[in-house]
Structures are given as structure tokens and as C-alpha cells.
């Protein structure tokens, strides 16, 4: 027991062996201060001096009954963070009148055992100690605590030596993760050593990683020559020697091919043992061997034992590999959300049960899954069977987990361009209303000179993997300089498209169209406009050679893009014609922040009067798509009004140089092209625009806006167009 209640504790005893007589005043038992005892044989006993005294209870009997000795102790509160009891004051007991007061004796016991005397009273002793919970519990400051807010700070220089010649390269990777980072300030002369200590170890590690293992580095900080109060520290490395491979050994089991591991280790003896070379080595080996057949494959814990005393400082290196069995591929298995059954799975493998395992075909199948943006999360994973194929190979199923994830989506874009004014667009769709995979989707355009409703119904990897179907309908109104027209269309279609994860060097679309159109039409015969109604039926199709490496924003590569479209004008009578388009488009890279981009296009439409058509099934040139600078569709034949009417061939050309700074760009243009009344594309009449466009880059695409203005203008050309949109131009 501590504090006050320790003291309780003793005074207690103290006044119940009083009470019971077992304390006797101390003239009775000791001998008088200074007088002797009596000694030898003749001395009284311990018994002959207790002679007068009451008989002592029995050895084995309590000297304190426990109900006594209980009722005597104070009581404690159950508190702990209470204020300690006061110290109870010792009363002096008035002796009685037939003995004399002996309070200057020390007190004993009945065996003789001396009690601690009883010193005066202390009035801080019968004072309560403070609460716990008034106590101050703040760390004490220390003196790296302290610091006057008005002390200078110092600075100070640093300097390395001895890592020019242990690696290219290791001196800009020491001054990247540095403490003293070439220099600076600090609050005084220890904090410059201890960020000097910190590159000491990290000077260490650096040659190490290089394969320096008997590395050593020290510091040390200097007084500036010539400027007082400025501090220099100098960190000396002492690479030693660079240890070397001198032996290679890989223990797996049996592969096919044999020593298939050990192909797939790029090192040899006499490399030095550095640890990005080493680990990406083992690195190709967790990578290759999934890609060969061996989907377990586990590289183990490698061991280089260092020669320390030999005079050529080698390691012998030593690597466990775990390659597990062979494996072909199995059956699919699902578990979770049924997004898709397994009969809809088996879609999108590109490989056949019993064909070798390739990891990339794994990634390939999940990341066609991820595609279909209606998992929330989905994952792929290889698991053992144990059956194994009569080409000795383990079969191995894989188990796609499926999250279900949102099907429905709102989207948009707008944009506005000289010529063709603001223009909104709305989607909403559903891409598993009518699973698997058949999605709904409704549009609204909404614009100064185009309004329009259309609905469609698309089936994705309609039987095939990436194969797409699609029936759509819809009625639209455009007002424009070259004509004006009410049009309903229907239309279906067969594609194997791009995806914005997979995408494809080649893919292709092939349909049907049925169109009726109400159109405004210049009638040169009569010299007036007139209104036309035509009946259309096209059977479009494209093929795409893709070799960019961006859908959305490519820097290299290059696209080339056929377009075919045999189609009849019923307007009095039937007139087969054939419509046919090709474009090109090239990037290439200048350096990390430019590229240049280029492209060319021709069309023409073969079998028809340009009178005879209808007045939206002919080529125009102009607007932001087409050659910038002029207004929408205002390159090519006018009629007498100034207005377009449109041509039977075209060409265009433009050339960009695209430079980007993080998220921003700066976009200088030339475009150039025409329109023209006959068949065939030429020269001779060509129109040139220029401009300058800036791009803000974001995670779904360039944002991109475009000035631009024509070279050779014709009467009534603007002198500025602007056209802002979400994408590159091309």
C-alpha cells in the first residue's frame, strides 16, 4: 500500500496491540537510556521479566481478532482519481496517574521488536494530495524542442564524391532521393549532420544495389571558405569492389522444352550482381512461363553467397523455381452475379478447350468482359482440375467471378462551329434490357439548324465476339444553307467494332437503309426552289485499317478508312448510283510533346446527274470535319441565291502539329479542299484555310476549340470561324 493509506495501515496495528494490552510503556521493558543490560547466567529470562504482566494468548492464537483489526482500518473510496485521505493525527494518550509519563522511550512490542518512533506533526502530511487528473501530463520540452522563433537559419552547400565512376546515372539517382539535396537551410550545425548521416547509409544502398557490396561512405561538415556562418558537407564514397556472377544455377523440375526456365533468365556469368538486373530477370520469368503453358509458376526466394576473399569479388547465385504443372486450357466456370451464363461466356474466348495455356489469352477474355461495361468488377482466374490430357498436360478451368454492375447510362456532347451553329446531343440507354446484351437506346438532338429523335436496338457480341446488330429509327429536321429537309430513316446493321480496351487493327460495318426525305432544292431549270420528296435505299459498308495507337487522341500510327454505298433515288423515277469515299490519316511523333498529323480524303458518286440526287446525299466541303476556316458546307457550286448545292466528288487535305504541355495544347492547322460538280476530285480549284486551336486534355478526351480563317476567300466567306468540339479534328 502507498501514500496515506500505507500510514492508516500502520498506526492501526499500532493502536489495536495498545488496546490489548500488548504494548507496554517502555520503562517496563527496556533498560534506561545508558544503563546496561544484564548479562551471563544470572540474567532474567525473557519469561522472569514478563513475569508481571498478563499471560500471553497462545502462540497460534491471532494477536488481533480480524473483526477488530478490520473495524480499525479507514475506509477507501472506490474513486482512484479521488484526492487522497489526510494523514489522522496521532492523540497522544494521557498515561495513567500511577505511572510516570515515558513518552520520550521508544515503544516495543511484547516480543521486544522496537516500533518506529512518532516524529512531530507535519501540517502538509494531514494535507489531501491533488486529484490525478489535475496533473499536468505535457511532455517537458526538451532543447531540440526550443527554439528561438528570430534565430537565423543555416545554409549550407553539399557536394558528393566518389559516384561518378560507379555507374551511369547513380549520381542523379543520389541527388533525387538525397537528404541534403545539394544544399540549403537548416535550423543548425546537427541537422546538416544528421541529413549528412541519412545519405551516408543512402550512399550505401545505392552501391550496393550495383553490385558494390563492400561499399563505405563517410560525411563530414565544413566551415565555408570566405563565408562566415555558411556550412558545407562533403559525402566520400568509397565503392570497392564490384561483385560479379560466378555461377547461375535454376532448380526447377523437368519443363518442356527442357531448361525452359533457365532461357527465360536473362543472366550469365560475369554480370554484375545489380539489383534491377537480377529482379527483372526473375521478373521475365513470372511473366513468360504463364505465357508457355505453366500458369502456377512461383519464383522463389534467390540466394547469392558472396566470396568476400576471393580476388575477382564474385557470388555464386542460386534461384528456386516452382514451376508447377503444364497446363491447356479447360472449361469455363462462373460464380456471383449471373451477368452472363456460361452459354454467353463462351463467347468471348479467342481459344479452344485442350489448347496450351497462354496468360494473355486470360487477360484478353477479361478484359473483353470489362468491355461490356456491365460488370462492377470481374476477374478471370486459372484453377486446377487434376484431369490430365493425353498430351500430358494438366486441364485447367477458368473461373470467371462476376460483380453485376449499372446497365443504364446517360451520355451527351455539344458543340457550335460557324456555319452549323450550337449543336446538342442526349442518349440514354439501357445495355442489358433484353440480355445478354441487347440494349436500348434513345436520342434527342437539339439545335439551332438540326433537331431530331432517334431510337435504337443494339445486340453486342450477337453470336460472335464483337460482332454487333443494330436496327435503328428515327426522324430528323436540318436547316442549312444548302438545303432544308425532313427526313425518317430506318436502318440495320452488321459491325465488328473497335472497343476503347481492345483495339482492332481491322473492322468493318455492312447494312441496309431506307430513307424518306422532304427536301428544299434549287431547280437550275426553273430557276427557283422547289420542294422534293425521294425515296432512298442504301446498302452501306465500311472497312477500317487501324494502326494508331489511340481511338480518342493517337500520336502514331495511321488509319485508312473505305467507304461503299450502292443506293437507288426513287424522285419520278429509279436512279442507281454509287457513292464511295476514302480518307487517310497519319501521326507521327516529332518528340514526347509534338506530334504531327496529316490527312487525306476523296470521294465521289458514279452513276447519277448531281440534279437528279437528293440534295443531303451530296458532298460538301467546309466546317470544322472538312476544311476549316469556311463556313459549314460552303465549298463547292453555288446557285444563283449564293447558296451551296452541293457536288458529286470531293477533296480535302489538312496537316496539323500538335504540341502538349501536361493537360493543355497548342494546335497550328493548314487544311485545304473543295467540292466539285463532276465525278472525279482535281486540283486546280483547291481552298486553303489556317488557324491555331488549343486542346485541354481529359480523361475521356481532348477537349478542343479551333480559329481558324480562309486564305484565298471567295465573296461572302466569313473571315473567322470558330468551332468547338470534344475530340481531335481527325
Request: glycine residues 10%; charged residues 20%.
Amino acid at each position: 500500500m502507498t501514500g496515506s493509506t500505507g500510514r492508516h495501515y500502520w498506526l492501526a496495528i499500532a493502536l489495536a496491540a495498545s488496546a490489548n494490552g500488548l504494548i507496554q510503556p517502555a520503562a517496563a521493558q527496556l533498560a534506561q537510556p545508558g544503563s546496561a543490560p544484564a548479562k551471563g547466567p544470572d540474567a532474567p529470562r525473557a519469561a522472569d521479566r514478563q513475569s508481571s504482566t498478563p499471560a500471553s494468548p497462545a502462540t497460534d492464537a491471532p494477536i488481533v481478532p480480524d473483526a477488530e483489526f478490520n473495524s480499525a482500518l479507514p475506509p477507501l473510496s472506490g474513486d482512484i482519481n479521488a484526492a487522497l485521505e489526510p494523514m489522522i493525527a496521532d492523540t497522544p494518550q494521557t498515561a495513567p496517574a500511577t505511572q510516570p509519563a515515558t513518552s520520550s522511550a521508544p515503544a516495543v512490542t511484547a516480543s521486544g521488536d522496537v516500533l518506529p518512533p512518532i516524529g512531530p506533526n507535519d501540517p502538509q502530511l494531514v494535507e489531501p494530495l491533488p486529484a490525478l487528473a489535475s496533473y499536468d501530463t505535457a511532455p517537458l520540452a526538451t532543447g531540440a524542442d526550443v527554439r528561438d522563433k528570430n534565430a537565423p537559419e543555416i545554409r549550407y552547400d553539399a557536394e558528393i564524391k566518389g559516384l561518378a565512376d560507379a555507374g551511369d546515372g547513380l549520381e542523379a539517382r543520389y541527388k533525387a532521393l538525397s537528404a541534403l539535396k545539394g544544399g540549403g537551410k537548416a535550423a543548425n550545425a546537427t541537422q546538416v549532420s544528421a541529413r549528412a548521416k541519412e545519405d551516408e547509409a543512402l550512399v550505401v544502398r545505392l552501391l550496393k544495389s550495383l553490385g558494390y557490396y563492400d561499399a563505405t561512405a563517410i560525411s563530414t561538415i565544413e566551415t565555408a571558405a570566405g563565408t562566415p556562418g555558411r556550412l558545407k558537407a562533403i559525402v566520400s564514397a568509397q565503392p570497392g569492389r564490384l561483385y560479379t556472377l560466378s555461377s547461375i544455377v535454376v532448380q526447377a523440375a523437368q519443363t518442356t522444352p527442357p531448361d525452359l526456365v533457365r532461357q527465360q533468365l536473362p543472366l550469365k556469368v560475369g554480370d554484375a550482381i545489380q539489383a534491377d538486373r537480377i529482379q527483372g530477370a526473375e521478373a521475365n520469368v513470372s511473366l513468360t512461363l504463364p505465357q508457355m503453358g505453366y500458369p502456377f509458376v512461383k519464383v522463389g526466394e534467390r540466394d547469392i553467397l558472396l566470396d568476400d576473399e576471393s580476388p575477382t569479388a564474385t557470388g555464386a547465385y542460386t534461384l528456386p523455381v516452382d514451376v508447377g504443372p503444364r497446363a491447356s486450357f479447360g472449361q469455363l466456370r462462373t460464380e456471383g452475379d449471373t451477368v452472363f451464363n456460361i452459354e454467353h461466356l463462351n463467347v468471348f474466348p479467342r481459344f479452344e478447350p485442350g489448347e496450351l495455356y497462354d496468360n494473355r489469352l486470360t487477360d484478353d477474355l477479361r478484359n473483353a468482359l470489362v468491355a461490356t461495361s456491365l460488370f462492377q468488377s470481374v476477374s478471370v482466374v486459372p484453377q486446377r482440375t487434376g484431369q490430365i490430357n493425353a498430351d500430358g498436360t494438366e486441364q485447367v478451368d477458368l473461373l470467371v467471378r462476376q460483380t453485376k454492375g449499372p446497365a443504364r447510362t446517360l451520355g451527351g456532347n455539344v458543340g457550335f462551329s460557324t456555319g452549323q451553329g450550337f449543336r446538342a446531343e442526349g442518349t440514354w440507354q439501357h445495355r442489358n434490357l433484353f440480355p445478354y446484351e441487347g440494349a436500348l437506346i434513345a436520342s434527342v438532338i437539339a439545335g439551332t439548324q438540326e433537331q431530331g429523335v432517334a431510337g435504337t436496338f443494339r445486340r453486342a457480341n450477337a453470336g460472335r465476339r464483337d460482332r454487333t446488330f443494330s436496327l435503328t429509327a428515327g426522324a430528323n429536321h436540318s436547316n442549312y444553307d444548302a438545303y432544308e429537309a425532313f427526313t425518317t430513316s430506318v436502318g440495320v446493321r452488321w459491325s465488328y467494332d473497335l472497343t476503347p480496351i481492345w483495339q482492332k487493327p481491322l473492322t468493318y460495318y455492312y447494312g441496309g437503309e431506307l430513307v424518306g426525305t422532304n427536301e428544299s432544292v434549287y431547280d437550275f431549270a426553273r430557276g427557283e426552289n422547289v420542294r422534293r420528296t425521294y425515296g432512298i435505299v442504301a446498302l452501306p459498308g465500311q472497312v477500317l485499317f487501324d494502326r494508331s495507337d489511340s481511338l480518342l487522341n493517337p500520336s502514331k500510327g495511321y488509319r485508312l478508312r473505305v467507304n461503299l454505298s450502292p443506293e437507288t433515288s426513287v424522285q419520278g423515277a429509279v436512279r442507281p448510283y454509287v457513292r464511295a469515299m476514302v480518307e487517310g490519316t497519319f501521326y507521327y511523333p516529332v518528340s514526347s510533346s509534338i506530334v504531327i498529323a496529316g490527312r487525306a480524303k476523296a470521294g465521289t458518286i458514279q452513276g447519277v446527274a448531281r440534279d437528279d440526287l437528293a440534295p443531303s446525299r451530296r458532298y460538301y466541303g467546309g466546317g470544322g470535319g472538312s476544311v476549316r476556316g469556311y463556313g459549314y458546307q460552303r465549298l463547292g457550286p453555288f446557285d444563283p441565291n449564293g447558296d451551296p448545292v452541293g457536288g458529286r466528288s470531293l477533296n480535302e487535305f489538312a496537316l496539323e502539329a500538335r504540341y502538349r504541355f501536361g493537360d493543355f495544347g497548342i494546335v497550328p492547322f493548314v487544311d485545304a479542299g473543295n467540292s466539285y460538280e463532276s465525278t472525279t476530285p482535281n486540283l486546280s480549284s483547291l481552298r486553303y484555310g489556317a488557324g491555331i486551336g488549343g486542346r485541354f486534355y481529359t480523361s475521356f478526351g481532348p477537349m478542343r476549340v479551333d480559329i481558324a480563317t480562309p486564305l484565298n476567300p471567295r465573296e461572302g466567306d466569313g473571315k473567322v470561324a470558330l468551332y468547338i468540339s470534344i475530340g481531335q479534328a481527325f
